[in-house]
Structures are given as structure tokens and as C-alpha cells.
């Protein structure tokens, strides 16, 4: 294990280039998971483009794309008996990070049903933060990936800005609907939206 670690600092396989975007892997998440689920992360994210580094953060990881910051929890071992602090460390983190999502893997039924019931039970808002359940830890990352990848593309791209300029115009193509509607007598705003 300690060689492990040691060629896990600078892994020799991990473009250097970053053109993908930057992942920040937390040390401590590291440190607990099986090495070759490390080298499928380092390879995966090798493959695209993505810069790997190794540092002591709160989340699990932390993505930079299109300079927009993304963080992650990712569960790998969904306890059915022992949930609490994976909640405490979820709603601490949401109050420091915008965007943040939480990864959980949930391979049995069992981890599912305990997973959705404690959700429920301990008052979570849906979309805040998102979490996204998933069967095994490959898919799981790679879900990671591409939540990250997408954020950071609509960033680049201002898609938000985009879409709220669309639905002012759109809302005010509406007004002038109905003020020409309601301008015919006889015709009022209840019967204009109808």
C-alpha cells in the first residue's frame, strides 16, 4: 500500500495538459478506496483530459471546468446502519459549496430502500444538494465526470444567461398578446389566458 500511495502523488499516466479541466482528488477519500478502482479514476480522467492532482480538501473532489467549480461526495460504501455522519458531512458542505453533488453507490436493494427511506426521513430537499444514486463505483465516476464536464460547458457557453434572455422575450411576446387581446371589448385578463 505504500508504494501505492507513493505513485499515486504523481501519477505518470495523467495529461499534463489539463485541457479537459482540473480534478482535485481529496487524499483521505484516496487512502480508503482499493488501488485499481485509483488507477480506473486516473485512467478515465487521463482519457479525458482531465489534470489530476491530490490534495487535503472537504469534499471528495473538487472539478474545475470552464471555471466553474464543482464539488462531489461520493459514498462508496452506502452503510444501511451507520447513515448519520454522511449526512452531517453532506449538509455541512452544502452550506460551502454552490454546486455540489452527492455520489452514492448503491449495489443491493437492501442499500437502496435504506438509502431512499433515511433521504425522507431526515427531511432532505430534492435538488439540494442533488444526489445521484448509481449501481456500481465506475458508474458512479463517470457520472461524476460528466456532471462536471457539463456544468463546465454550459458555464463556457453562458447557457444560463442565454436561456433567461429567451424566457424575458418570451414573456414579453405574452404581454403584448394579451394587451392586444384584452384591448377587444368584452374581454378581460381571465379571459385573455384562457
Same mark, same amino acid.
Given at each position: 500500500?505504500? @508504494?501505492?500511495?507513493?505513485?499515486?502523488?504523481?501519477?505518470? @499516466?495523467?495529461?499534463?495538459?489539463?485541457?479537459?479541466?482540473?480534478?482535485?482528488?481529496? @487524499?483521505? *477519500?484516496?487512502?480508503?478506496?482499493?488501488?485499481? $478502482?485509483?488507477?480506473?479514476?486516473?485512467?478515465?480522467?487521463?482519457?479525458?483530459?482531465?489534470?489530476?492532482?491530490?490534495?487535503?480538501?472537504?469534499?471528495? $473532489?473538487?472539478? @474545475?471546468? +470552464? +471555471?466553474?467549480?464543482?464539488? $462531489?461526495?461520493?459514498?462508496?460504501? *452506502?452503510?444501511?446502519?451507520?447513515?448519520?455522519?454522511?449526512?452531517?458531512?453532506?449538509?455541512?458542505?452544502?452550506?460551502?459549496?454552490?454546486?455540489?453533488?452527492?455520489?452514492?453507490?448503491?449495489?443491493?436493494?437492501?442499500?437502496?430502500?435504506?438509502?431512499? %427511506?433515511?433521504?425522507?426521513?431526515?427531511?432532505?430537499?430534492?435538488?439540494?444538494?442533488?444526489?445521484?444514486?448509481?449501481?456500481?463505483?465506475?458508474? +458512479?465516476?463517470?457520472?461524476? =465526470?460528466?456532471?462536471?464536464?457539463?456544468?463546465?460547458?454550459?458555464?463556457?457557453?453562458?447557457?444560463?444567461?442565454?436561456? %433567461?434572455?429567451?424566457?424575458? %422575450?418570451?414573456?414579453?411576446?405574452?404581454?403584448? $398578446?394579451?394587451? =392586444?387581446?384584452?384591448?377587444?371589448?368584452?374581454?378581460?385578463?381571465?379571459?385573455?389566458?384562457?
Amino acid at each position: 500500500m505504500a @508504494n501505492f500511495r507513493a505513485s499515486c502523488r504523481d501519477p505518470p @499516466n495523467v495529461s499534463s495538459s489539463g485541457s479537459g479541466g482540473v480534478c482535485m482528488m481529496r @487524499n483521505a *477519500w484516496r487512502d480508503k478506496q482499493h488501488p485499481s $478502482f485509483i488507477n480506473f479514476i486516473s485512467s478515465f480522467l487521463n482519457a479525458n483530459s482531465f489534470l489530476l492532482n491530490f490534495v487535503p480538501i472537504a469534499p471528495d $473532489f473538487i472539478f @474545475n471546468c +470552464g +471555471g466553474l467549480s464543482v464539488a $462531489f461526495v461520493f459514498v462508496t460504501n *452506502w452503510d444501511c446502519n451507520s447513515y448519520l455522519p454522511t449526512y452531517s458531512r453532506v449538509h455541512k458542505l452544502k452550506e460551502q459549496f454552490a454546486n455540489l453533488y452527492i455520489d452514492v453507490t448503491l449495489p443491493t436493494r437492501e442499500q437502496n430502500d435504506s438509502f431512499v %427511506r433515511s433521504y425522507f426521513k431526515l427531511g432532505m430537499k430534492l435538488g439540494r444538494p442533488t444526489f445521484v444514486p448509481v449501481k456500481d463505483l465506475e458508474m +458512479g465516476f463517470e457520472k461524476i =465526470v460528466k456532471i462536471a464536464h457539463a456544468r463546465g460547458v454550459c458555464m463556457r457557453q453562458d447557457v444560463a444567461s442565454k436561456s %433567461r434572455a429567451e424566457r424575458k %422575450r418570451l414573456v414579453q411576446g405574452m404581454d403584448v $398578446f394579451l394587451r =392586444v387581446i384584452t384591448s377587444i371589448p368584452g374581454i378581460d385578463n381571465h379571459d385573455a389566458d384562457s
